[in-house]
């Protein structure tokens, strides 16, 4: 998850903790640590590529515009879903994401019960969806579940 407010990033975390605590969710705060991490670069050598990318729009030092064309160019990371998951719902920004290679676009739930509900139904349908082998995971989620 890109998300720079840490009140945002920790109402998800609890939220996916009460839904599936089998999900790992790593949390960086802008554009350009959320690019060091997909690359493995610096402090993130030894982390885990993801599965998917929830992106926050409105991100310092690189916004996610930016993080999405950098990501979609790259050979390496171009297969990952990225969704984006932000407050505006400015048709503009809707576009403009969908251009440059989003995978999805959902304006951030106002609430935590309605926070909740979407983190089910959104890893839900995550882990369901299949993708072409050289575009992305068969399997999206890593899921130890049932």
Same mark, same amino acid.
């Given at each position: 998850?890109?998300? &720079?407010?840490?009140?945002?990033?920790?109402?998800? %975390?609890?939220?996916?903790?009460?839904?599936?605590? *089998?999900?790992? +969710? /790593?949390?960086?705060?802008?554009?350009?640590?959320?690019?060091?991490?997909?690359?493995?670069?610096?402090?993130?050598?030894?982390?885990?590529?993801?599965?998917?990318?929830?992106?926050?729009?409105?991100?310092?030092?690189?916004?996610?515009?930016?993080?999405?064309?950098?990501?979609?160019? &790259?050979?390496?990371?171009?297969?990952?879903?990225? %969704?984006?998951?932000?407050?505006?719902?400015?048709? *503009?920004?809707? +576009? /403009?994401?969908?251009?440059?290679?989003?995978?999805?676009?959902?304006?951030?739930?106002?609430?935590?019960?309605?926070?909740?509900?979407?983190?089910?139904?959104?890893?839900?349908?995550?882990?369901?969806?299949?993708?072409?082998?050289?575009?992305?995971?068969?399997?999206?989620?890593?899921?130890?579940?049932?």
């Amino acid at each position: 998850m890109v998300e &720079d407010s840490a009140d945002d990033a920790s109402l998800m %975390v609890r939220a996916l903790k009460r839904v599936d605590a *089998s999900i790992d +969710l /790593d949390v960086v705060t802008d554009g350009y640590e959320a690019l060091q991490f997909l690359r493995h670069a610096n402090s993130f050598a030894n982390t885990t590529t993801p599965d998917l990318v929830l992106l926050d729009l409105n991100t310092p030092r690189k916004n996610g515009i930016e993080v999405l064309r950098e990501l979609k160019a &790259d050979k390496q990371l171009k297969g990952i879903p990225i %969704v984006v998951m932000t407050t505006s719902n400015a048709p *503009s920004d809707i +576009l /403009d994401a969908y251009a440059v290679g989003a995978a999805s676009y959902i304006t951030k739930p106002e609430d935590f019960e309605e926070l909740k509900e979407f983190v089910r139904a959104f890893f839900d349908y995550w882990r369901r969806a299949e993708f072409p082998a050289a575009q992305g995971p068969a399997h999206v989620l890593r899921y130890s579940g049932g």
